[in-house]
């Protein structure tokens, strides 16, 4: 089973949150700070992180980031007391894959642990190799090659490129995306799929632009009002990704 590390300084929430994840058959490591949760994921191995952004110690947005930086592969969902969107996208914007607001009940809190611990599945990402322009996608190694050089993709940013390739020149709407990259229950802000479709556009767009000449990638078009489309030719060399 997966092993989480909850960072919680309110020690009545860190309680509960412990024995109900302990409770689901999750290893659990707890912290009240965030000098512990970096020493942690120092030593340890995590699958999921739950963050509060809240800590006596230091700036949980910082924290984020270098957890982000310690374990590369592992989830990172954020808990914010605050209701105001600017810690919600600077959290997202620090890597984390998604968030919750406090309160939250702690059977949403468990059904979004679950489905993210559930590997988007094949059906949804394709299980074909995909290859556009010089970009290379192959869902079942989750590896992405640009000009035959690996680009390491955060898991969501991965599932959700293999989503727009699975359907590759077509639209796909943001319902979609968020269904089967995050949840099938989503009901919540598509601010999520929103920065992790920048991330992975400023991702493509540096590995791009790190080769010489720049490699020639499909662009990501956003579809106001629907959702997102990969071009699945690469568009005009006019609108390469990269210097002109
Ligand atoms: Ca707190």
């Not at 309110?10 to 490591?29: F, Q, R």
Request: charged share 30%.
């Amino acid at each position: 089973m997966a092993d989480l590390l909850v960072v919680e300084d309110e020690v009545k929430i860190g309680e509960l949150l412990v024995s109900a994840l302990g409770a689901n058959g999750y290893t659990v490591t707890w912290e009240r700070d965030g000098a512990g949760a970096l020493a942690s994921a120092r030593t340890g191995s995590f699958d999921l992180v739950l963050l509060d952004l809240g800590l006596p110690d230091l700036d949980g947005i910082e924290v984020c980031r270098m957890l982000r930086r310690l374990q590369p592969e592992c989830l990172v969902v954020v808990l914010t007391a605050r209701r105001d969107e600017m810690d919600v996208v600077e959290g997202l914007e620090a890597g984390a894959d998604d968030y919750l607001t406090k309160p939250f009940r702690m059977t949403e809190l468990l059904a979004r642990v679950r489905a993210h611990l559930r590997r988007a599945s094949a059906d949804a990402l394709g299980s074909g190799v995909f290859s556009s322009g010089e970009l290379t996608l192959d869902p079942g190694a989750r590896r992405c090659l640009v000009r035959g050089h690996e680009v390491a993709l955060r898991p969501k940013e991965f599932d959700l490129l293999a989503r727009l390739a699975s359907e590759a020149g077509r639209a796909v709407s943001r319902e979609a995306l968020m269904d089967d990259v995050w949840d099938r229950n989503w009901f919540g802000s598509t601010k999520t799929l929103d920065v992790h479709v920048a991330a992975l556009r400023r991702r493509l767009a540096e590995a791009a632009e790190s080769l010489e000449p720049p490699a020639y990638l499909p662009l990501i078009t956003t579809l106001r009002g629907h959702g997102y489309r990969l071009e699945f030719q690469g568009g005009p060399p006019g609108e390469r990704i990269g210097p002109a």
